[in-house]
């Protein structure tokens, strides 16, 4: 029998909850068996239970995983102030996040199904969505990011249910309209926001 190192064993438990990162997003949590998750990852059943106790275990593990990429790769990386927000918004509310479901944010892919599971998963959703609406809000309001939390939070939320309602619709052409018109009411809440 051939004996791993630590390393190897950290690198499969990355690809894991990678794999099932995409695959939730792209399929939905209810709709990822985890033997299609391990199928997705190369590996086998059993190999499942060395890295997590439960689907749970790993749907709480890849929410909060993804959560911290999408603050580290989109959030952290926009430029500061008012052109970084714009720059976020009109990124979320693109045609290509739009059809990049695997890729895309786990707000819009999963939040009803997020909404309906458990304590430890909801509350690693919110330490995740909490880091990324600070980046924001630290861009909103640069001297005192607290007080821009809750808009912050608030713009995310807005974002996210146009980006969901966008990749419903089958007319495309009012898809994409939908999407414009979402930058267009976001910067103007921003805007607003400035102002007030």
Known sequence: MVRYGKEHKSETRRRIIETAGRRFKQDGIDGSGVSTLMKDAGLTNGAFYAHFASKDDLVTTAIAEQLKVQAESVVALAEPGRAGLEQIVRG??????????????????????????GETTRQAYTDGVLI?????????????????????????GQMAGTLQLSRALTDSRLANELLDQGVDNALALLDAWQRG
């Open 92 to 117: 979320y509310l693109s045609p290509q996040h739009r059809e990049r479901l695997g890729d895309g944010c786990p707000n819009a892919a999963l939040l009803d199904e997020i909404g309906r599971c």
């Open 132 to 156: 990324l609406v600070e980046g924001i809000a630290a861009r909103m309001a640069p001297e005192a990011p607290s007080s821009a939390r809750v808009k912050a939070l608030s713009l995310l």
